[in-house]
């Protein structure tokens, strides 16, 4: 997977993607990531990127030129997608990153200031994705969200690739408890079943602790997922204690 990210602060994407997973699969030849500044493609001899808006207002909007002779500059690949970091686009979630993984080439494009000339959206037909409902002042650390839960969804970036399948949102639901050494603390103890070595009863009791969590803190993920097509061993655990 290649990511390319338009961005008036490039620094911020280079050092943040080398930690961690993102470093990690980037030496593994799994992911790029790659940053480019439309500063760099301005014809302003002053190096603007951005101007007042029509029609009055507070602010300064991005402009035309530079985004899209920068956005011009990238090699596109066959399999592309270009999304652009928007308060409002569709709410980024789990699915949404399934979906982008199944791309070559992921191109975000970031903003700062008041916004985009719109028509920086027409021209690059890129899809408005938000991470939530409030507003950052720029589009640089949603773009790195959008790039790490990406590139978690990317086979070998993990070192377990089964922990990906146990994260919340991963198939709808919340993550199950997790616990550690030592058995007691504080005298909190680790439920019987995680020590008792019955691995089918572990299975059973995480699957059943994520329908619990998810049912107490996410109502809403909890009912949609009761309406999606259920496993019969869900439909098992989910009777067997009540919670359908």
Sequence with gaps: MNFVVLSLFPEIIKSSSDFSILKRASERNLISINAVNPRDYTLDRHKKVDDTPYGGGAGMLLSCQPYIDAYNSIEKSENSKTIIMSPQGKVFNQEMAKKFGQYNQLIIICGHYEGFDDRIKQITKAEEVSIGDFVLTGGEMPALCIIDTVTRMIEGALGDEDSKENDSHYDG????????????????????????????????????????????????????????????????????????
Excluded: A, C
């Design 173 to 244: 639901l919340l993550e199950h408890p997790h616990y550690t050494k030592p058995r007691e603390y504080m005298g909190l103890n680790v439920p019987e079943v995680l020590v008792s070595g019955n691995h089918e009863k572990i299975k059973e009791w995480r699957r059943l602790q994520q329908f619990i969590v998810t049912k107490q803190k996410r109502p809403d993920l909890y009912e949609k997922f009761l309406k999606t097509e259920l496993s019969e061993y869900d439909k098992k655990i989910l009777k067997k204690n009540n919670l359908i």
